[in-house]
C-alpha cells in the first residue's frame, strides 16, 4: 500500500463502508491477546491507539476490546485505559529522525 492511499485510509475513512465489520471480526481475536499481553507485561494505566490509524477505526476497535481478568486474591487489578492519540501520524517518525541529531548536537 502506498503512503497516498494510507493518508486517503486515514482521512476518509468510513465505518460502514463494506468489509470493515468482517475485518473486525478477523482481527479482533489478535488484537484482544496483544492488549492483554501489553496489560500483563507492563501493567500500564492506559494504552494509546496511535493516529496511523483512523480515529472511527480505532474506536471502533476500542469498543470491541475484552480485557481478560481474574481477581488475585480477591483484588481486582485496574485495567488501562484505552486511548486514541491526538498526536499527528508522523510524530513517531519525526521523533526517530531527530535522535541522530539529539545524539550528536545535544
Given at each position: 500500500m502506498d503512503v497516498f492511499s494510507i493518508t486517503y485510509l486515514r482521512r476518509h475513512f468510513d465505518p460502514t463502508?463494506?468489509?470493515?465489520?468482517?475485518?473486525?471480526n478477523e482481527v479482533t481475536p489478535a488484537y484482544n491477546?496483544?492488549?492483554?499481553?501489553?496489560?500483563?507485561?507492563?501493567?500500564?494505566?492506559?494504552?494509546?491507539?496511535?493516529?496511523q490509524i483512523p480515529p472511527a477505526l480505532a474506536d471502533l476497535m476500542i469498543g470491541g476490546t475484552r480485557l481478560f481478568s481474574k481477581p488475585r486474591y480477591g483484588v481486582w487489578r485496574a485495567s488501562p485505559k484505552l486511548i486514541v492519540s491526538d498526536i499527528l501520524p508522523d510524530a513517531a517518525a519525526m521523533g526517530a529522525a531527530a535522535t541522530p541529531f539529539i545524539l550528536t548536537f545535544f
Open positions: 463502508w463494506p468489509g470493515v465489520e468482517e475485518w473486525l491477546r496483544l492488549i492483554n499481553a501489553i496489560w500483563a507485561v507492563y501493567d500500564p494505566k492506559a494504552i494509546v491507539l496511535g493516529r
